[in-house]
């Protein structure tokens, strides 16, 4: 089973300013990663998929880099909305599909 | 619209059982592989189960293997989940999740349904 670890656990920004979530696989994943955004009592909502294309309706200020084992979600200048927690997923090797541990974006 | 509703939550006895329900709208639902997808409360996301569009191709994850069992009905365009000998470690908000943009057998999952909330608790 792949292992995916996402760090930090939590991260404080500023909104205008920049967020790096990062996302590691214990094996390689090619770029097999997808990632999610959550916010309370809602369902997860895909951001990004094959490591680093945007899903439809997402704006330009995401962006996802990586392949491998090491992954990189960018919000390039956070809005209200975006503090939310983050998920990583690889669906590379499965099953099962794997999840991090998500990343909780808070306002600093 | 594409469009995924769950059903089927509710409040069970440790050793009971439920069947969730998985409408699906707006796709040609006999052509996706679909995904149940669980959260324990305050937890983080645990994939459960999987089935290809014409159910020939079943996973389960270890978890749930033995306990649930997965299944759709293409002409009701449905998914379902049984599960039975529920035990306190399977709360949590069940999803159901389509496979998405991917090809060949890598697909990330979206869209996904509300979720519906399974406690099991005596």
């Known amino acids: 089973e792949i292992v995916m670890t996402q760090s930090p656990a939590t991260l404080s920004v500023s909104p205008g300013e920049r967020a790096t979530l990062s996302c590691r696989a214990s094996q390689s994943v090619s770029s097999n990663l997808a990632w999610y955004q959550q916010k309370p009592g809602q369902d997860p909502r895909l951001l990004m998929y094959?490591?680093?294309t945007r899903a439809t309706g997402i704006p330009a200020r995401f962006s996802g880099s990586g392949s491998g084992t090491e992954f990189t979600l960018t919000i390039s200048s956070l809005q209200s909305e975006d503090f939310a927690v983050y998920y990583c997923q690889q669906y590379n090797n499965w099953p099962p599909y794997t999840f991090g541990q998500g990343t909780k974006l808070e306002i600093k | 619209e594409v469009q995924l509703v769950e059903s089927g939550g509710g409040l069970v006895q440790p050793g009971g059982s439920l069947r969730l329900s998985c409408a699906a709208s707006g796709f040609t639902f006999s052509s996706y592989e679909m995904n149940w997808v669980r959260q324990a409360p305050g937890k983080g996301l645990e994939w459960v189960s999987y089935?290809?569009?014409?159910?020939?191709?079943?996973y389960y994850a270890d978890s749930v293997k033995g306990r649930f069992t997965i299944s759709r009905d293409n002409a009701k365009n449905s998914l379902y989940l049984q599960m039975n000998s529920l035990r306190a470690e399977d709360t949590a908000v069940y999803y159901c999740?389509?496979?998405?943009?991917?090809?060949?057998?890598?697909?990330?999952?979206?869209?996904w349904g509300q979720g519906t909330l399974v406690t099991v608790s005596s």
């Open positions: 089935i290809s569009g014409s159910a020939s191709t079943i």
């Open positions: 094959g490591a680093s």
């Open positions: 999740a389509r496979a998405g943009h991917g090809s060949g057998s890598w697909y990330e999952f979206d869209p």
